[in-house]
């Protein structure tokens, strides 16, 4: 009888198998990766929204408004030059679906920067089991911080 170099079916399936067994974890890890930087990056985004609006008003001289609302951010400045941000002036505005935004309404930062109302905006709406290191924003009157939401609070890093 001759010897027979090879595999058999049955060892081709088997390694089939775990290499399709590996690909479906490294799949769905990634796909929490991702989801994971999707969160972080928009919260970073935002920070850098607020901390643009409240830049350009101690530079221009003129305040600045920041609408904050379930779905997207928009920066009012006054480019009219009538004194307020009432709309009129220019409108930049950023989405973040499909992410949901808490602290919905409007930070107004004055003349010098400073900010008129303390506010946490937070991002919800993302798997549980995505655990971003930062999910949330703390806006005071002389900072803005990103932070973790544990519960009940955001834990400024």
């Not at 003129?62 to 409108?91: C, F, H, K, W, Y």
């Not at 107004?108 to 920067?113: D, I, L, M, S, T």
């Amino acid at each position: 009888m001759k010897e027979q170099h090879g595999f058999t079916v049955l060892e081709l399936m088997v390694v089939v198998a775990i290499v399709v067994t590996v690909l479906a974890i490294t799949t769905l890890s990634f796909m929490r990766m991702n989801q994971k930087y999707r969160v972080e990056s928009s919260i970073k985004e935002i920070y850098s929204t607020l901390m643009q609006a409240r830049n350009d008003a101690t530079l221009t001289n003129i305040p600045s408004r920041v609408r904050v609302s379930a779905q997207e951010i928009s920066v009012l400045r006054d480019t009219n030059e009538d004194g307020d941000t009432d709309g009129q002036g220019e409108n930049v505005s950023r989405q973040y679906a499909p992410f949901i935004l808490t602290g919905t309404g409007d930070i107004v930062f004055n003349r010098r920067g400073f900010a008129a109302v303390n506010r946490i905006i937070r991002i919800t709406n993302y798997p549980d089991k995505v655990n971003p290191a930062m999910d949330c924003l703390v806006v005071s009157a002389t900072r803005i911080n990103m932070g973790k939401w544990d519960g009940t609070n955001c834990v400024q890093r």
